[in-house]
């Protein structure tokens, strides 16, 4: 009995020492519960000082800032982002600003919201949202159809930059602007901002082009081109306009240089040079154009290499043309080059035309000529036209026509008043 009571006590000791140790552990286990599991009465508020700002031609700054009042917690916090205006589009980050490249003729507006950034489990706060209004100016007046392009240069005249790029861009006058309206163009590319100095003009005098000789245009350059157009008018406010431009799809490539072609048998060689371009050898591709004047054909040869050697298979006149694009591994796709000009090489067995010409002309006379000369000879117009004239009457016959009555009597004298009807029956129709 004392033994069992014994033991009964060092039990009660034990339970007693290690409880402490025991509630020490179950605390940790809820607070370690409470870290894993999300609170479901936790909100997320949405961010303050929302502000939209023009920065710079077609760059707008989007900046908001945590919600002061957020209540603090080990869920890492992150935004979406909506543009409403003037193009669809949204994101998410965690930053609190983002610079964007867009077009601001038509406004922009954006909304932003507090997301969890790992949780999804969590609700969103609700949007705010900011606007950027468009800028004023008369419906109409602004241009329309504007076209840039751009073209590269070697530049001789300095090593930091071989290769000059050129801009030209055209519009139209938008159709309700004034006749004294009169538009200024401005092109940024990266942080360069430059206006134009060249203008053509319409018949009213109003700047309808603009030219660049020599830009700040990386000729490589992968980036977007800002163009942004305003105007004057006494009549009307006139409303800016602006676009941007990928350069791959407004870079016009140069013609392929000093193309050549030549025929050793049955083998035709062409040879080229890559164009005038920043861009290294290996980042072009061809095409070929070969005609074949004797059998009247085009046959188009596309290559990533300078040479193209061909079999032909007759003796012929061969016109051949080539042009460039930069190559996809290098650069997104974007224009063909104009056709180079075409060079000429074999013979022509046919006769030139010119000399068949000359024989269809040369028949068509001989034609002429054959129906006129019918219708001339059915028609007795000759005869018409160019009458005999009638001879004098001869005293020569007269004597022989009495030599002859002398020597037979009056049978013959039958006979010369025979010849005498006759010859005025001559005179008649030759007279009428």
């Known amino acids: 009995m004392v033994i069992r009571n014994e033991r009964i006590n060092r039990r009660r000791q034990v339970v007693i020492i290690m409880a402490p140790e025991l509630l020490i552990l179950l605390g940790a286990a809820v607070i370690l519960q409470a870290d894993l599991l999300p609170d479901k009465k936790f909100l997320l508020l949405p961010p303050v000082n929302f502000t939209i700002k023009a920065v710079n031609l077609a760059q707008v700054l989007l900046r908001w800032e945590p919600n002061p009042d957020q209540e603090q917690s080990n869920i890492q916090l992150g935004y979406h982002v909506k543009i409403n205006a003037p193009q669809e ?22 909304s932003v919201r507090t997301v969890p950034w790992n949780d999804h489990s969590l609700q969103a706060s609700s949007w705010v949202s900011a606007e950027l209004k468009a800028p ?89 081109l800002a163009v942004y157009v305003n105007g004057s008018s006494k009549g009307a406010a006139i409303k800016p306009f602006d676009q941007l431009f990928a350069l791959h799809a407004i870079d016009r490539v140069n013609s392929p240089a000093n193309v050549t072609a030549e025929i050793k048998g049955t083998c035709l060689s062409i040879h080229w040079e890559k164009p005038v371009s920043a861009f290294p050898s290996h980042c072009f591709d ?16 596309k290559m990533t290499t300078n040479t193209l050697i061909t079999i032909i298979d007759d003796v012929s006149k061969y016109y051949i043309q080539v042009r460039a694009a930069v190559s996809p591994v290098c650069r997104a796709t974007g224009l063909w080059s104009e056709w180079s000009r075409p060079i000429y090489v074999g013979k022509d067995d046919q006769k030139p035309w010119t000399e068949w010409f000359l024989i269809a002309v040369m028949m068509t006379i001989c034609f002429i000529l054959l129906i006129f000369s019918l219708i ?38 039958e006979v010369i008043s025979y010849v005498e009807e006759a010859g005025f029956e001559t005179l008649e129709d030759s007279v009428f």
């Open 376 to 413: 001339c000879r059915i028609c007795h117009v000759w005869t018409k036209l160019f009458p005999p004239v009638p001879g004098p009457k001869s005293n020569i016959n007269d004597f022989f026509v009495i030599i002859n009555n002398e020597k037979t009597g009056s049978s013959e004298t």
């Open 286 to 301: 061809y095409e070929v154009k070969i005609y074949n004047a004797k059998k009247g054909y085009f046959q188009t040869e």
């Open 89 to 110: 589009e949204d994101y998410e980050t965690r930053n609190t600003e983002r610079n964007l490249i867009t077009i601001l003729h038509k406004g922009f507006s954006a």
């Open 136 to 224: 004023i100016g008369s419906p109409g007046t602004e241009i329309v159809n504007l076209t840039c392009t751009t073209n590269t240069k070697a530049d001789n005249y300095t090593h930091l930059r071989p290769y000059q790029v050129s801009l030209h861009c055209t519009w139209l006058v938008g159709k309700d602007a004034p006749d004294d309206t009169q538009y200024f163009l401005y092109y940024r590319y990266r942080s360069w901002i430059e206006e134009c100095q060249e203008y053509s003009k319409d018949v009213l005098q109003r700047n309808v082009a603009c030219w660049f000789p020599r830009t700040f245009i990386n000729s490589k350059g992968r980036d977007y």
